[in-house]
Protein backbone atom coordinates (compact mmCIF):
# COMPACT_ATOMS: atom_id res chain seq x y z
CA UNK A 1 0.00 0.00 0.00
CA UNK A 2 1.39 3.03 -1.14
CA UNK A 3 0.17 6.06 0.84
CA UNK A 4 2.50 9.18 -0.62
CA UNK A 5 3.74 9.73 -3.77
CA UNK A 6 7.28 9.47 -3.29
CA UNK A 7 10.59 7.91 -5.31
CA UNK A 8 11.61 6.72 -1.38
CA UNK A 9 9.67 3.49 0.75
CA UNK A 10 8.62 6.36 3.59
CA UNK A 11 6.35 4.10 5.03
CA UNK A 12 9.06 1.48 5.00
CA UNK A 13 11.49 4.23 6.63
CA UNK A 14 8.67 4.88 9.56
CA UNK A 15 8.17 1.43 10.03
CA UNK A 16 11.31 0.13 10.48
CA UNK A 17 12.52 2.98 12.50
CA UNK A 18 14.93 4.41 10.83
CA UNK A 19 16.73 7.23 12.46
CA UNK A 20 15.86 10.85 11.20
CA UNK A 21 18.71 13.63 12.06
CA UNK A 22 15.53 16.37 11.84
CA UNK A 23 17.09 19.56 11.51
CA UNK A 24 14.39 21.97 11.98
CA UNK A 25 14.13 24.19 15.18
CA UNK A 26 13.07 23.10 18.51
CA UNK A 27 9.49 24.41 18.38
CA UNK A 28 9.08 22.77 14.91
CA UNK A 29 9.92 19.27 16.21
CA UNK A 30 7.81 19.79 19.51
CA UNK A 31 4.81 20.40 17.32
CA UNK A 32 5.31 17.57 15.77
CA UNK A 33 7.92 14.50 14.86
CA UNK A 34 8.54 11.02 14.46
CA UNK A 35 9.19 8.40 16.76
CA UNK A 36 12.37 7.55 15.66
CA UNK A 37 13.66 11.48 15.10
CA UNK A 38 16.43 13.00 17.11
CA UNK A 39 16.44 17.22 16.56
CA UNK A 40 19.63 18.60 16.04
CA UNK A 41 18.42 21.92 14.29
CA UNK A 42 20.48 23.76 11.79
CA UNK A 43 19.08 26.84 13.29
CA UNK A 44 17.92 27.37 16.47
CA UNK A 45 13.65 28.94 17.80
CA UNK A 46 15.44 32.62 17.64
CA UNK A 47 17.91 32.40 14.64
CA UNK A 48 14.79 30.33 12.33
CA UNK A 49 12.18 33.21 13.94
CA UNK A 50 15.18 36.47 12.93
CA UNK A 51 15.83 34.62 9.36
CA UNK A 52 11.99 34.13 8.73
CA UNK A 53 11.37 37.80 9.23
CA UNK A 54 14.20 38.50 6.98
CA UNK A 55 12.59 36.58 4.24
CA UNK A 56 9.44 38.20 4.77
CA UNK A 57 10.81 41.72 4.76
CA UNK A 58 13.74 41.62 2.44
CA UNK A 59 13.31 38.26 0.60
CA UNK A 60 15.13 34.87 -0.16
CA UNK A 61 18.47 35.78 -0.78
CA UNK A 62 18.66 38.09 2.20
CA UNK A 63 17.10 35.87 4.74
CA UNK A 64 19.81 33.17 3.00
CA UNK A 65 22.44 35.50 3.74
CA UNK A 66 21.64 35.94 7.58
CA UNK A 67 20.88 32.24 7.83
CA UNK A 68 24.82 31.51 6.97
CA UNK A 69 25.49 34.54 9.54
CA UNK A 70 23.96 33.25 12.13
CA UNK A 71 25.44 29.66 11.92
CA UNK A 72 29.00 29.49 11.37
CA UNK A 73 32.29 29.91 13.42
CA UNK A 74 32.23 28.02 16.73
CA UNK A 75 28.25 27.96 16.37
CA UNK A 76 28.10 25.91 12.68
CA UNK A 77 31.73 23.81 14.21
CA UNK A 78 29.68 22.53 17.21
CA UNK A 79 26.40 21.72 15.00
CA UNK A 80 28.12 19.61 12.34
CA UNK A 81 30.09 17.63 14.64
CA UNK A 82 26.60 16.73 16.50
CA UNK A 83 25.45 15.53 13.09
CA UNK A 84 28.59 14.00 11.97
CA UNK A 85 28.59 11.87 15.37
CA UNK A 86 24.48 11.08 14.73
CA UNK A 87 25.71 9.82 10.87
CA UNK A 88 28.28 7.58 12.61
CA UNK A 89 25.65 6.16 15.31
CA UNK A 90 23.13 5.88 12.66
CA UNK A 91 24.76 5.32 9.74
CA UNK A 92 21.33 3.68 7.84
CA UNK A 93 19.66 7.50 8.51
CA UNK A 94 18.52 10.41 6.40
CA UNK A 95 18.06 14.42 7.45
CA UNK A 96 15.15 15.17 7.47
CA UNK A 97 13.55 19.39 7.27
CA UNK A 98 9.79 20.75 7.06
CA UNK A 99 9.70 20.19 3.57
CA UNK A 100 13.03 18.51 2.16
CA UNK A 101 14.37 22.17 0.79
CA UNK A 102 17.13 24.44 1.69
CA UNK A 103 18.02 23.23 5.37
CA UNK A 104 18.49 19.63 4.64
CA UNK A 105 20.42 20.37 1.45
CA UNK A 106 22.39 22.96 3.71
CA UNK A 107 23.48 20.10 6.26
CA UNK A 108 23.49 17.03 3.77
CA UNK A 109 26.57 19.41 1.57
CA UNK A 110 28.20 20.69 4.87
CA UNK A 111 28.42 16.37 5.31
CA UNK A 112 29.20 16.10 2.11
CA UNK A 113 32.14 18.70 2.65
CA UNK A 114 33.75 16.73 5.22
CA UNK A 115 33.42 13.44 3.35
CA UNK A 116 30.10 12.00 4.66
CA UNK A 117 27.52 11.29 1.96
CA UNK A 118 24.10 10.96 3.88
CA UNK A 119 20.61 10.80 2.48
CA UNK A 120 17.68 13.04 2.82
CA UNK A 121 13.67 12.63 3.31
CA UNK A 122 12.32 13.62 -0.26
CA UNK A 123 9.89 16.24 0.96
CA UNK A 124 11.07 16.43 4.63
CA UNK A 125 8.77 16.10 7.46
CA UNK A 126 5.90 17.09 5.30
CA UNK A 127 5.97 14.22 3.43
CA UNK A 128 6.16 11.76 6.54
CA UNK A 129 3.42 13.53 8.33
CA UNK A 130 1.06 12.79 5.22
CA UNK A 131 2.17 9.16 4.81
CA UNK A 132 1.14 9.11 9.06
CA UNK A 133 -2.04 11.00 8.36
CA UNK A 134 -2.98 8.71 5.15
CA UNK A 135 -1.98 5.36 7.11
CA UNK A 136 -5.17 6.60 10.03
CA UNK A 137 -7.67 7.18 7.18
CA UNK A 138 -6.82 4.30 5.43
CA UNK A 139 -6.23 1.45 8.58
CA UNK A 140 -9.23 3.20 10.51
CA UNK A 141 -11.07 1.62 8.29
CA UNK A 142 -10.53 -1.74 8.97
CA UNK A 143 -13.27 -4.26 11.43
CA UNK A 144 -12.69 -2.92 15.17
CA UNK A 145 -13.37 -4.22 18.43
CA UNK A 146 -13.70 -2.74 22.07
CA UNK A 147 -13.13 -4.01 25.05
CA UNK A 148 -15.23 -2.67 27.67
CA UNK A 149 -15.10 -2.43 31.30
CA UNK A 150 -15.38 -0.41 34.53
CA UNK A 151 -12.10 0.89 35.75
CA UNK A 152 -9.57 -1.32 36.96
CA UNK A 153 -10.88 -4.28 34.36
CA UNK A 154 -7.36 -4.74 32.87
CA UNK A 155 -8.74 -3.46 29.56
CA UNK A 156 -5.22 -1.71 28.95
CA UNK A 157 -3.42 -4.60 29.85
CA UNK A 158 -5.50 -7.21 27.64
CA UNK A 159 -5.14 -4.88 24.90
CA UNK A 160 -1.12 -4.57 25.49
CA UNK A 161 -1.27 -8.29 25.07
CA UNK A 162 -2.96 -8.85 22.01
CA UNK A 163 -1.29 -8.82 18.52
CA UNK A 164 -3.59 -6.97 17.29
CA UNK A 165 -3.96 -4.93 20.10
CA UNK A 166 -3.46 -0.83 19.58
CA UNK A 167 -2.79 0.92 23.06
CA UNK A 168 -4.20 4.14 22.93
CA UNK A 169 -3.05 5.01 26.36
CA UNK A 170 0.36 3.97 26.13
CA UNK A 171 0.60 5.98 22.95
CA UNK A 172 -0.90 8.89 24.14
CA UNK A 173 0.96 8.30 27.75
CA UNK A 174 -2.43 9.19 29.83
CA UNK A 175 -4.88 6.46 31.45
CA UNK A 176 -7.84 8.62 30.52
CA UNK A 177 -9.21 9.39 33.46
CA UNK A 178 -8.52 12.57 35.95
CA UNK A 179 -5.94 9.88 37.71
CA UNK A 180 -4.86 9.54 34.39
CA UNK A 181 -1.32 11.50 34.06
CA UNK A 182 1.61 9.49 33.98
CA UNK A 183 5.30 10.81 34.74
CA UNK A 184 6.16 11.61 30.58
CA UNK A 185 4.73 14.85 29.13
CA UNK A 186 2.30 14.23 26.65
CA UNK A 187 2.92 14.70 23.19
CA UNK A 188 1.64 17.43 20.79
CA UNK A 189 -1.47 16.35 18.65
CA UNK A 190 0.26 15.56 15.93
CA UNK A 191 3.42 13.71 17.25
CA UNK A 192 0.45 11.63 19.12
CA UNK A 193 -0.82 10.64 15.77
CA UNK A 194 2.22 10.03 14.02
CA UNK A 195 2.77 7.35 17.01
CA UNK A 196 -0.38 5.86 16.73
CA UNK A 197 -0.19 5.48 12.89
CA UNK A 198 2.83 3.78 12.85
CA UNK A 199 1.82 1.35 15.44
CA UNK A 200 -0.81 0.99 13.17
CA UNK A 201 1.66 0.70 10.34
CA UNK A 202 3.84 -2.01 12.08
CA UNK A 203 0.93 -4.57 12.35
CA UNK A 204 -1.27 -3.39 9.17
CA UNK A 205 0.51 -6.49 7.07
CA UNK A 206 -0.03 -9.18 9.29
CA UNK A 207 -3.42 -7.86 11.03
CA UNK A 208 -6.82 -7.16 9.21
CA UNK A 209 -9.06 -6.21 12.88
CA UNK A 210 -7.91 -3.85 15.47
CA UNK A 211 -8.34 -4.43 19.18
CA UNK A 212 -8.87 -1.16 21.02
CA UNK A 213 -10.05 0.25 24.71
CA UNK A 214 -13.05 1.38 24.73
CA UNK A 215 -12.27 4.99 24.92
CA UNK A 216 -13.56 9.10 25.09
CA UNK A 217 -13.10 11.69 22.58
CA UNK A 218 -9.77 12.42 23.82
CA UNK A 219 -6.99 10.40 26.73
CA UNK A 220 -6.22 13.04 28.28
CA UNK A 221 -4.94 16.16 26.54
CA UNK A 222 -4.66 14.28 23.20
CA UNK A 223 -7.71 13.68 20.95
CA UNK A 224 -8.67 10.51 18.93
CA UNK A 225 -8.59 11.25 15.16
CA UNK A 226 -11.26 11.65 13.67
CA UNK A 227 -11.52 8.39 11.10
CA UNK A 228 -10.52 6.16 14.05
CA UNK A 229 -12.90 7.86 16.56
CA UNK A 230 -15.89 7.45 14.15
CA UNK A 231 -15.27 3.84 13.31
CA UNK A 232 -14.92 3.25 16.92
CA UNK A 233 -18.13 4.39 17.50
CA UNK A 234 -19.90 1.92 15.38
CA UNK A 235 -16.98 -0.53 16.55
CA UNK A 236 -18.73 -3.89 18.57
CA UNK A 237 -17.83 -4.38 22.20
CA UNK A 238 -16.38 -6.73 24.38
CA UNK A 239 -16.87 -6.48 28.16
CA UNK A 240 -14.82 -7.50 31.23
CA UNK A 241 -16.28 -8.19 33.71
CA UNK A 242 -13.81 -9.19 37.02
CA UNK A 243 -14.87 -9.18 40.96
CA UNK A 244 -14.63 -5.41 42.59
CA UNK A 245 -11.89 -7.32 45.00
CA UNK A 246 -9.59 -7.87 41.54
CA UNK A 247 -9.84 -4.58 39.80
CA UNK A 248 -9.18 -2.53 43.31
CA UNK A 249 -6.32 -4.63 43.58
CA UNK A 250 -5.17 -4.23 39.51
CA UNK A 251 -5.82 -0.27 40.76
CA UNK A 252 -4.21 -0.69 43.48
CA UNK A 253 -0.77 -1.74 41.82
CA UNK A 254 -0.64 0.45 39.14
CA UNK A 255 -2.28 3.85 40.42
CA UNK A 256 -0.51 3.16 44.23
CA UNK A 257 2.39 1.26 44.58
CA UNK A 258 3.73 1.58 41.00
CA UNK A 259 2.86 5.87 40.75
CA UNK A 260 4.40 5.90 44.13
CA UNK A 261 8.01 3.90 42.76
CA UNK A 262 8.12 5.96 39.97
CA UNK A 263 7.48 9.32 41.40
CA UNK A 264 10.43 8.62 44.30
CA UNK A 265 12.84 7.10 41.71
CA UNK A 266 12.53 10.23 39.35
CA UNK A 267 12.42 13.07 42.23
CA UNK A 268 13.91 11.51 45.33
CA UNK A 269 12.13 11.04 48.51
CA UNK A 270 10.75 13.91 49.36
CA UNK A 271 10.17 15.76 46.18
CA UNK A 272 8.80 12.62 45.02
CA UNK A 273 6.37 11.90 47.86
CA UNK A 274 5.30 15.36 47.58
CA UNK A 275 4.76 14.90 43.73
CA UNK A 276 2.62 11.57 44.47
CA UNK A 277 0.53 13.75 46.88
CA UNK A 278 -0.10 16.25 44.51
CA UNK A 279 -1.05 13.78 41.86
CA UNK A 280 -3.88 12.33 43.85
CA UNK A 281 -5.30 15.33 45.18
CA UNK A 282 -5.14 16.97 41.57
CA UNK A 283 -7.33 13.71 39.92
CA UNK A 284 -9.47 13.85 43.17
CA UNK A 285 -10.00 17.47 42.67
CA UNK A 286 -10.89 17.44 38.75
CA UNK A 287 -13.99 15.75 39.44
CA UNK A 288 -14.74 17.97 42.76
CA UNK A 289 -17.91 19.61 40.90
CA UNK A 290 -19.70 16.14 40.24
CA UNK A 291 -18.93 14.42 43.42
CA UNK A 292 -20.33 17.48 44.96
CA UNK A 293 -18.75 19.95 47.46
CA UNK A 294 -19.44 17.81 50.80
CA UNK A 295 -18.57 14.33 49.66
CA UNK A 296 -15.52 15.73 47.97
CA UNK A 297 -13.83 17.12 51.24
CA UNK A 298 -14.98 13.85 53.04
CA UNK A 299 -12.92 11.94 50.40
CA UNK A 300 -10.33 14.46 50.27
CA UNK A 301 -9.85 14.10 54.29
CA UNK A 302 -9.83 9.97 53.79
CA UNK A 303 -6.95 10.58 50.57
CA UNK A 304 -5.33 12.67 53.68
CA UNK A 305 -5.57 9.79 56.05
CA UNK A 306 -4.26 7.16 53.35
CA UNK A 307 -1.02 9.60 52.41
CA UNK A 308 -0.49 9.49 56.22
CA UNK A 309 -0.46 5.67 56.88
CA UNK A 310 1.18 5.05 53.58
CA UNK A 311 4.01 7.26 54.18
CA UNK A 312 4.59 6.10 58.14
CA UNK A 313 4.05 2.10 56.73
CA UNK A 314 4.19 1.79 53.38
CA UNK A 315 0.42 0.01 53.24
CA UNK A 316 -1.44 1.34 50.01
CA UNK A 317 -4.46 -0.16 50.49
CA UNK A 318 -5.36 2.58 53.35
CA UNK A 319 -6.44 4.34 49.85
CA UNK A 320 -9.21 1.85 49.60
CA UNK A 321 -11.50 4.03 52.10
CA UNK A 322 -11.70 6.73 49.51
CA UNK A 323 -10.89 4.67 46.40
CA UNK A 324 -14.04 1.82 46.79
CA UNK A 325 -16.52 4.83 47.59
CA UNK A 326 -15.40 6.72 44.37
CA UNK A 327 -15.66 3.80 42.32
CA UNK A 328 -18.79 2.38 43.62
CA UNK A 329 -20.54 6.03 43.50
CA UNK A 330 -19.37 7.60 40.75
CA UNK A 331 -16.55 5.84 38.22
CA UNK A 332 -18.84 2.59 38.04
CA UNK A 333 -22.11 4.15 37.47
CA UNK A 334 -20.89 6.80 35.09
CA UNK A 335 -19.36 4.12 32.94
CA UNK A 336 -21.97 1.58 33.49
CA UNK A 337 -24.42 4.51 31.67
CA UNK A 338 -21.92 5.42 29.08
CA UNK A 339 -22.40 1.41 28.48
CA UNK A 340 -25.81 1.09 28.71
CA UNK A 341 -26.35 3.32 25.74
CA UNK A 342 -23.94 1.28 23.46
CA UNK A 343 -25.80 -1.89 24.29
CA UNK A 344 -26.62 -2.75 20.69
CA UNK A 345 -22.71 -3.42 19.94
CA UNK A 346 -22.10 -5.38 22.89
CA UNK A 347 -21.04 -8.76 21.95
CA UNK A 348 -19.20 -10.84 24.74
CA UNK A 349 -19.08 -10.45 28.21
CA UNK A 350 -16.92 -12.21 30.57
CA UNK A 351 -13.86 -12.02 32.63
CA UNK A 352 -10.54 -11.17 31.99
CA UNK A 353 -9.92 -15.06 30.81
CA UNK A 354 -13.13 -15.07 29.44
CA UNK A 355 -12.91 -12.27 26.91
CA UNK A 356 -8.95 -12.41 26.28
CA UNK A 357 -9.95 -16.27 25.00
CA UNK A 358 -12.50 -15.29 23.23
CA UNK A 359 -10.60 -12.61 21.39
CA UNK A 360 -7.97 -14.96 20.38
CA UNK A 361 -10.47 -17.14 19.00
CA UNK A 362 -12.15 -14.57 16.69
Not at 45 to 55: F, I, M, Q, S
Amino acid sequence: MELVPSPQNIRQILTLDTPLIDVRAPIEFYQGSMPSAYNLPLMDDEERAAVGTCYKQHGSEKAVALGHQLVKGDIRDNRLAAWREACHRFPQGYICCARGGMRSHIVQQWLKDIGIDYPLIIGGYKALRQTTIDAINNLSQRPITLIGGCTGSGKTTLVRDLANGINLEGIARHRGSSFGRTLEEQFRQATFENHLAIAMLKKADQQTHWILEDEGRAIGANSIPDPLRIQMEKATIAVVEDPFERRIERLKEEYFDRMTHDFLITYGDEKGWAAYSEYLHHGLSAIRKRLGSQRAVELTNLLDNALAEQKTNGNTEAHFAWLCPLLIEYYDPMYRYQLSKKEDRIVFKGTYEEVMQWLISC
